[in-house]
């Protein structure tokens, strides 16, 4: 995978649309503990009404771009799309029943090493990262451990359970990867269409082998659902892809771990769930990794990439 086209300089729309993904992205873990469904069911039943309400709009104002992307050299482009949908797939595979075989707080606090599989998968495309990205990835990875209170488990299944979620913040490194390639090129509806729609039939294929069912929820389920769907899925996932146009996928992946003190604001008012002293310390350290990554990417010099074909669409 070939690094990404230098970037345009960040804009406000761009921070306004990362802070509305944080935001978003936070409700996430407290509608899935609220609805009654398993888990990879929720997963793929987002990612197909996304879909749903996506494609009416790509197919009638981007129908030539779908076209571009099965021929020449958008083809490529078009396969940084599905390989993004697959890994992002690979991603809620393995991290959501990782929570349910080890604890929820190991299993959160091992997906948050995310920022650091990004890390190498941009020094592997030929990136280097300042010194000072690597002590805001290490600081920012450290507050998300401590707030989540993670628990190493020391039964097997327990330990299956950390690695399918170790696992899980490697696939969501992939995907962001990818996920920047293609934004260098590819319209944000266009790309969130393809990913998401590769990403449901695979889970779709999942769920169908190993047995999980589908439907039959309860209405706040369904009503759950629909919540991820425009808030977690739409206004989270797809804003972030949106500012992967700008902002390095190194420092996306740090932004994203803001989701967990989003998400603990959030328990405590709607769920009543008091976050823990040491929680508070985390998160605190998390913040200062995010803006210690964000300062000094900002600052570094930028390195030379080399330019891409024509881009598909901006």
Request: charged share 10%.
């Amino acid at each position: 995978m070939s690094p990404p086209s230098p970037r345009p300089s960040l804009d406000p729309l761009t921070t306004g649309a990362v802070g509305l993904a944080v935001v978003a992205v936070s409700s996430s873990a407290p509608l899935i503990a609220y609805a009654a469904a398993p888990a990879l069911a929720i997963a793929f039943w987002r990612n197909l009404l996304a879909v749903a309400v996506l494609s009416p709009f790509s197919l009638a104002r981007r129908r030539a771009e779908f076209r571009r992307l099965t021929v020449g050299v958008g083809r490529r482009e078009g396969l940084f799309c599905v390989f993004s949908g697959v890994a992002l797939a690979a991603h809620f595979a393995t991290w959501m029943p990782s929570a349910q075989l080890t604890s929820v707080a190991a299993a959160t606090a091992l997906v948050a090493t995310q920022p650091v599989w990004q890390g190498l998968i941009a020094r592997a495309q030929g990136r280097r990262l300042p010194l000072v990205v690597w002590i805001g990835i290490a600081v920012a990875v450290g507050g998300a451990v401590i707030a989540t209170g993670a628990d190493v488990g020391v039964s097997g299944r327990a330990v299956l359970g950390d690695v399918l979620a170790l696992t899980g913040g490697m696939f969501a490194a992939i995907y962001t990867a990818f996920g920047e390639r293609a934004r260098a090129s590819i319209s944000t509806t266009t790309y969130t269409t393809i990913c998401y729609g590769i990403c449901a039939l695979i889970l779709l294929v999942i769920c169908l082998v190993g047995g999980v069912r589908l439907t039959g929820f309860e209405g706040r389920t369904w009503l759950a659902i629909l919540a991820l769907v425009a808030g977690a899925q739409l206004l989270g996932h797809s804003m972030f892809n949106y500012a992967l146009k700008k902002i390095p996928a190194t420092t996306v992946s740090v932004l994203i771990l803001l989701e967990a003190p989003g998400a603990a604001l959030l328990g405590w008012a709607w769920l009543g769930q008091l976050p823990r002293p040491y929680a508070l310390l985390g998160m605190a350290l998390l913040l200062v990794g995010v803006a210690v990554v964000v300062l000094g990417g900002r600052r570094a010099a930028p390195t030379a990439l080399p330019t891409d074909p024509t881009p598909l669409n901006d």
